[in-house]
Every structure is written in C-alpha cells, then in structure tokens.
C-alpha cells in the first residue's frame, strides 16, 4: 500500500481554516495518521509505504507502522505513487489517498479483496480517485489530480462499485470534512476537529 503525502505546509490547502483553533498543518498530519492507522490495521495489507518529504509527517506514520521512504522523484503526487510502487516489486500494489480520516479497515478489505485486475474506486463525488490497485505484474499507472476516476477508466482500469462510504469519502474542503465527521473521524482527526475556538 502506497501513498504519498505532501509537506505539511503545502498539504491541502482548500482545507486551509478549516477549524480555526488548530494550525493547518496539524489538521493534514491528522488526516494522514488516521488513514495510515486504518490501512496497518486493514488484514488485506502487508505494508503501508509513506512516500513523504517531511519529517515531521515520517515520525508520526512511522509511529503508526509505516515504512518511511524520501520522494525521491519530487515531481508531484502520480510519481511518487509510481515511485513507491516501485519500491514493492513483486507483489500487487495499491495506492491510497492519505486523506481519508473516517476510513475503516474493513470497507478498504472489502474493496482490496475485489479487486482481481487492475481496479479503482472512486471518490463520493465520484470524479475523483481514493483507491488504485495493480496485481502483481500490472503496472500501477496512476493517474491521480482533477477528473481521475474518468482518467484511470479510459487507462482500462476497473472500476470498483461497493458501498464503501468511509474509504470513498477524502477530505479536501470543509464540507468534505463536515461529511466525515457524520461518518465517524479516526482518533486523530477526531481530537483536532474538536477543538473549538
């Protein structure tokens, strides 16, 4: 399991003022704990790989069982997914957004569990892409940003139809995170959304 997270100070910067009482950046690092600790906690997954730039964000998802590695390429989100993945030859990959607080590690089970081929599962908007899976010997060809679920269907990836409402629901605004609240957020997400000013 891949996933890339930003530097803190650049990460999500829609989500920016979210909550007001808390810096920025210890909102990010919170979405990506609480995803990082679903996935170590998911049975269909034998490693989680943060592929991240920042060291404060590598202690905190260390911590949680992830193995760190630099981003080497540091030419944006689709490279560095393909560089993790390239760090785990041999064995199917997938790559995750590091921004999916409310997710459960049985939903993300379900999802890993039917994808047989080259798959993905969308965003609940449905335009976007939380989940890319390759088998082994399948490149992963990410193709994350704007209008990705419609991007990694026209690449021929599958895509996944189950009733995950936890793993398909990533944070990028506001509203975003308001609608992961009514879903359940992870401990860490849970303990800074609820600071109030």
Known sequence: MVLPVK??????????????AVPHERLALALAQDTVAAAVACP??????????????????????????PDLPGAGLNA??????SLLPGRPVAALAADL?????????????????????ADAPGTGTVLLTA?????????FGPGSAAAHRRSGALPLPGDWPTLRRDVDTAADLAAATRLGLG??????ASVQC
């Open 101 to 121: 607080p409310a997710l459960r590690p049985e939903e993300l089970a379900a999802a890993l569990r039917d994808a047989t081929a080259r798959s993905y599962v």
């Open 44 to 69: 269909y997954v034998a490693e989680v790989l943060a592929v991240t730039d920042d060291p404060t964000v590598a202690d905190a998802l260390a911590a949680l069982g992830a193995r760190i590695a």
């Open 187 to 192: 401990p860490h997400t849970g303990a800074v």
């Open 80 to 85: 560095a997914f393909a560089y993790g993945a």
């Open 135 to 143: 088998p082994v010997g399948v490149p992963l060809e990410p193709r």
């Open 7 to 20: 530097r803190l100070g650049v990460a999500k910067s829609r989500l920016r003022g979210a909550v007001d």
